[in-house]
């Protein structure tokens, strides 16, 4: 990569394993989501915001907790209601002794907040999340307050339920690296759930999930500075530049990607050939990325979305076309 060091290939097999200890603690608990995992992780890894969407009862909320405790990171959780206030999220300045005013901050001062049904608040307070998450401070009052080092937004959002949820705008989707979709499990899966719930587990009780702590936050610190340092060749960059670019122009899709979308699939590109042990980028791990890291910053066209026509399915249409560098 230009401008600095490459990731070393010790440095690189140090991490996929580190990487590969704390994706199969997370698979004991978290069943039958193998891909939606490692897309969350990678995305962590990469620095960013991640955008979970699934029916109710698909594990969205367990996989951050089992995460956090996975990674000794604080968990936060934040309810998203229609009478949440912005002030509830960030925090608030209370007057104390000697006529000054203190700060006490919000749940969103921890390291992995779960913004839970992020869609049922209004506008405004789903506002309160654009600073945080793009500049990871807080202002309040005319005072920035820094977030943690290891802060990142987990938002969920029901993908079937209209009814008193609120669209989010599309300058906070467009500060989710990824939207990781959850499915049903399989049904050899969905009896796995029920043997571990007949052995003492309970999703409400984090002693009974059976993980231990594989990391910390230094360790995922270097695990972020490993992953801006894996190289991507030139051909590749233009790949990424030509499948965002893409979506601009795409007859399916009447909203096309952000440059910030660009940055987010060379970051979530990079992080994932570390995981894999790799020193370099290839195109494989870009085209796989594709769908998450666009899905949810496009737009399909209104009469193809009446005809059933997904994001995921546009998208699909417009990589196919996009040609694939050898290299």
Partial sequence: MAGSETVT????????????AVLAQLETVVLGQPAAIREAFAALVARGHILLEGVPGTAKTLLVRTLAQVLGLSFRRIQFTPDLMPSDVTGVNLLGGHAEFTFRPGPIFGDLVLADEINRAPAKTQAALLEAMQERSVTV?????????????FATQNPIEFEGTYPLPEAELDRFLVK?????????????????????????????????????????????????????????????????????????????????????LLKV???TALLDGRTFVTPDDVKLLAPAVLRHRVVVAPELELEGVSADAALGSMIERIEVPRS
């Fill in 9 to 20: 290939s010790e440095e690189a097999q140090q991490a996929a394993a580190v990487a590969a």
């Fill in 141 to 153: 009052d005319g005072t920035s307050h820094a977030l943690p080092g290891a802060f990142t937004v």
């Fill in 180 to 264: 990781v979709a959850l499915g049903y499990p399989e049904a050899e899966v969905e009896q796995g759930i029920l043997a571990r719930v007949l052995a003492g587990f309970e999703a409400d009780e984090p002693d009974s999930f059976g993980v231990s702590q594989t990391l910390d936050a230094a360790g995922l610190a270097a695990l972020r500075s490993a992953a801006r340092r894996v190289r991507v060749e030139p051909s590749l960059m233009a790949y990424i530049t030509a499948l965002v670019r893409g979506t601009r122009s795409a007859p399916a899709l009447t909203l096309g990607a952000s440059p910030r979308a660009t940055v987010a």
């Fill in 269 to 271: 590109a990079q992080a």
